[in-house]
């Protein structure tokens, strides 16, 4: 399996600017997590679909931020207008809900500086 | 609500020496419980895990974490460092159960260093 691919791997943008982060999820996989790390803030769960649906988006900061997920095989994190501190390493994880203890499995990350 | 502490966000240690990295967990309900290693520029990837059964959990590349329920502790440990074990490690807790209890809280990370 190629595991989580995560496109791109690294995005410099000028403030203002829309920015869309890409993530294709394990085959099979029915829940798909976006995280944000930060020296300051750490990890931070951004929002968590399961069956494609949106269950929990409490951690998307503001209204500059959107997530879909269109279908199984495919998801878009979107900031726009975009603001230096955006800049983070953007995570997308998958696992399989219902297995026990369901593992996520993480890509490689989007690094995104905003300038 | 749950929570993670990950105690120290550096430890060092030479190489050959035990490692051991603390987590403390709170949870209003009996825990799933888990190790990620994050090596640098990569993303995060699954040590190990405790779901139910046997506390005390062998991971990969040596590692294991023992769940101590009276202790509220998820220590991981691995007897002999080795300079590929330079990383950060991250504890987590699953939120719940159900279907909209699946994601995952972390704690800060702690980043060993191994010494030659």
């Known amino acids: 399996d190629a595991g989580v691919i995560q496109s791109p791997r690294h995005e410099v943008t000028e403030m203002g600017q829309e920015v869309t982060l890409r993530c294709k999820p394990i085959s099979g996989h029915n829940s798909l997590f976006w995280y944000r790390q930060t020296m300051m803030r750490g990890l931070e769960l951004l929002i968590y679909?399961?069956?494609?649906?949106?269950?929990?988006d409490s951690g998307m900061p503001e209204d500059r931020f959107s997530a879909k997920m269109p279908n199984a095989s495919f998801s878009t994190l979107k900031i726009q207008p975009s603001e230096p501190r955006d800049s983070a390493v953007y995570f997308c994880?998958?696992?399989?809900?219902?297995?026990?203890?369901?593992?996520?499995?993480f890509g490689p990350g989007t690094r995104l500086t905003v300038l | 609500a749950q929570s993670v502490t990950q105690l120290g966000s550096h430890v060092s240690v030479s190489e050959g020496a035990l490692v051991l990295l603390r987590c403390n967990y709170s949870?209003?309900?009996?825990?799933?419980l888990f190790w990620y290693v994050q090596y640098p520029n990569q993303g995060l990837q699954l040590l190990l895990k405790y779901t139910t059964g046997a506390t005390l959990v062998k991971g990969i590349n040596g590692f294991e974490a023992e769940f101590k329920k009276s202790e509220t502790s998820f220590h991981l440990t691995k007897p002999s460092a080795h300079m590929s074990d330079a990383a950060e490690y991250f504890c987590a807790v699953r939120k719940g159960y159900g279907g909209s209890q699946g994601n995952l809280i972390f704690g800060k990370g702690t980043k060993l260093s191994v010494k030659p």
């Open positions: 994880a998958s696992g399989l809900q219902g297995e026990l203890g369901d593992t996520q499995y």
């Open positions: 679909f399961n069956n494609n649906v949106p269950i929990d």
């Open positions: 949870s209003s309900v009996p825990p799933y």
